[in-house]
C-alpha cells in the first residue's frame, strides 16, 4: 500500500469519526442501539475508495474505538462498545464497506449517481443489516423476526445516506473523478 492510499484511508477514518459528533438517537425497544450519521461514512469510504480501502478505513476507526477513543456517536469507545446490542452492526461496517465497493467496481459502466445508490444499499443496508439484526437479537435476548421489525426504524434514515451517498460521489466525480478510486482511477494497493 503506497502513501496516498494510506491517505485515503485515514482521512476516510476521520470522517466516519467526525460523523460521529452529530447527536445519536437511541430506541429504547431495540436495548438502546443508536441512530447515528456515521454509517453514511462507512457508505461513503466503500463507494468512493473501494473494497479493500474502504473497510481498512472501517476498520481502522473500530480499531482506534477499541483502544478507547471516544469516537462513536455520543462519545462512545472502549472495547465495552463490542458487547453491547450495535455489536453486530460494528462488525458489519467494514464488511458493508467492502461490499459497497465491489459493487460499485463491478457497476462502473453504469451511470454513477444509480452505481453509488446501488453500492451504498447494498453494502450500508444490505450487508451491514444481515450482521446487525442478529447482533441485535442475541445481545438484546430478542427473536431475529423480532429484532428485524425493531430493525425497521432504520430503513428511513438508510435510505436517506444512501440518497447522500448517490449525491455526493456523484458531485465529487464531476469535479475531481480521480477521487472516486473504486471506478478504477486512482492508484493500486
Known amino acids: 500500500m503506497n502513501d496516498r492510499s494510506l491517505v485515503h484511508v485515514a482521512f476516510y477514518a476521520a470522517l466516519i469519526a467526525a460523523l460521529g459528533l452529530v447527536p445519536p438517537v437511541a430506541i429504547a425497544f431495540l436495548g438502546g442501539v443508536p441512530i447515528t450519521a456515521q454509517t453514511l461514512g462507512v457508505m461513503l469510504a466503500g463507494v468512493m475508495l473501494g473494497p479493500v480501502r474502504g473497510a481498512l478505513a472501517v476498520l481502522l476507526f473500530l480499531f482506534l474505538v477499541a ?101 455526493i460521489v456523484q458531485t465529487v466525480a464531476r469535479g475531481l473523478p480521480g477521487a472516486v478510486l473504486s471506478r478504477g482511477a486512482g492508484p493500486k494497493i
Open 67 to 167: 483502544l478507547g477513543a471516544p469516537l462513536l456517536a455520543g462519545g462512545r469507545g472502549g472495547l465495552g462498545v463490542f458487547m453491547g446490542p450495535s455489536v453486530g452492526f460494528l462488525i458489519g461496517w467494514p464488511i458493508g464497506a467492502f461490499a459497497a465497493g465491489l459493487v460499485m467496481r463491478s457497476t462502473r459502466d453504469m451511470n454513477i449517481l444509480v452505481s453509488a445508490a446501488l453500492a451504498a444499499a447494498v453494502g450500508g443496508i444490505l450487508v451491514v443489516y444481515a450482521f446487525g439484526i442478529p447482533g441485535v437479537a442475541i445481545m438484546a435476548g430478542l427473536s431475529l423476526p423480532k429484532a428485524a421489525l425493531g430493525s425497521a426504524i432504520y430503513i428511513p434514515g438508510d435510505l436517506v445516506k444512501v440518497v447522500l451517498t448517490a449525491i
